[in-house]
């Protein structure tokens, strides 16, 4: 017989938020390592119909099968980046109209502002030329910075498919090491947390890449209407900046003014490119996040932005993009686990319409 010990709630506030200040050093000390496995993890989970379809149907090994997805998934990621460099490659030869029309559109801006609000165009370039040099300076003390940054990003990319070959492969030997863990009794929860689990990472993932093609067939069209040059080019790469929560759509949207340069400096086009991301983002966050995104991961806002500003502080980018399927994942195993269902509901969006406090009424003298 096993007794189980109850402390108080103050004890078990303390465990909590020692294991919470636990957590997030090692996930900052070692985020490294850690975020490229995360990245393999919810690819491998992706790949999972690839590989058991290989298995049961045409009888391959696991590891051809293992192998086969793998090469499956970088073969489409290369053809995706090839396209785009090539594409680039021909908005770099219009890189002398682009720099042209840029100055013509800022000779345009400065005169608006003289005109309407009453500072010479010699303060402007004056005010210009501080924050140039400004921003010159600390570029200098960044180069470093940024070609380490550049490093580590290729040598993650070169280890994530390693990685998700290899949790592929051995995905059985790590489910039978999680069984170790736990007494028999507890195995049909874990089998039902790992089931969960599978299901909601490939349906979230699955329902980015529905979101990116829609995201960038909207942004295609637009921009095809509005005469932009390189509609196609740059609706691709508006609908994967938009994988990125908050900050990716604003990035595209810069870049995609500016290539719009490419034809003219007219203001009318820079503000119909505006307004096709501004559609675009309208239909993206009331149409398409609601039936797409949120009926996969059933988070709240407020838990969501949290943890995507908690993401972006440890891991950048890639935190940010891991921040919604890890909160998902927790969300699961909270609401099978009778001390931490609370937790649980508190990530969920079902938000009651009332509560009535079911105690009784103290009187007073």
């Given at each position: ?269 820079i503000l119909g ?90 009187k007073t003298e």
């Amino acid at each position: 017989m096993y007794n189980t010990i109850k402390f108080p709630f103050y004890i078990r506030l303390a465990f909590m938020v020692i294991s919470l200040i636990g957590i997030t050093y090692i996930l900052c000390m070692g985020k490294s390592i850690l975020i490229p496995i995360l990245m393999a993890f919810l690819i491998a989970v992706l790949l999972l119909p690839i590989v058991h379809f290989l298995n049961s149907k045409l009888r391959f090994p696991n590891v051809l099968s293992s192998t086969i997805a793998v090469i499956i998934f970088v073969s489409l990621i290369l053809g995706i980046l090839a396209f785009i460099s090539y594409e680039i490659s021909d908005i770099a030869d219009d890189f002398a109209e682009i720099r042209k029309n840029i100055n013509l559109f800022i000779v345009d801006i400065q005169r608006y502002i003289r005109a309407n609000f009453h500072v010479s165009l010699w303060e402007q370039r004056k005010y210009i030329d501080d924050v140039t040099q400004d921003s010159f300076k600390k570029g200098k003390e960044t180069i470093g910075t940024t070609i380490l940054s550049i490093t580590d990003t290729i040598l993650d990319l070169t280890l994530i498919p390693i990685y998700t070959f290899l949790i592929l492969l051995y995905r059985n030997h790590f489910i039978l090491f999680l069984a170790k863990l736990f007494k028999k009794e507890y195995h049909v929860k874990l089998q039902e947390i790992l089931s969960h689990i599978k299901g909601s990472v490939q349906s979230y993932i699955s329902g980015l890449i529905f979101e990116m093609i829609a995201v960038s067939a909207l942004t295609c069209i637009g921009l095809y209407f509005i005469g932009v040059k390189y509609a196609i080019l740059l609706g691709i790469i508006t609908g994967i900046l938009n994988l990125i929560p908050y900050v990716g759509i604003l990035v595209a949207g810069v870049l995609t003014i500016l290539s719009s340069l490419t034809g003219t400096p007219e203001l009318s086009l820079i503000l119909g490119v505006i307004i096709v991301n501004i559609v675009v983002q309208i239909i993206d966050n009331n149409i398409l996040v609601p039936l797409i995104i949120n009926t996969k991961v059933q988070i709240n806002a407020f838990v969501s932005i949290i943890g995507i500003i908690i993401g972006s502080q440890i891991g950048g980018i890639a935190g940010m993009f891991l921040a919604i399927p890890i909160l998902a994942i927790l969300k699961i195993v909270f609401d099978r686990i009778e001390s931490a269902e609370p937790w649980g509901y508190l990530m969920g969006d079902n938000l009651p319409k009332t509560f009535i406090w079911k105690s009784k009424k103290v009187k007073t003298e």
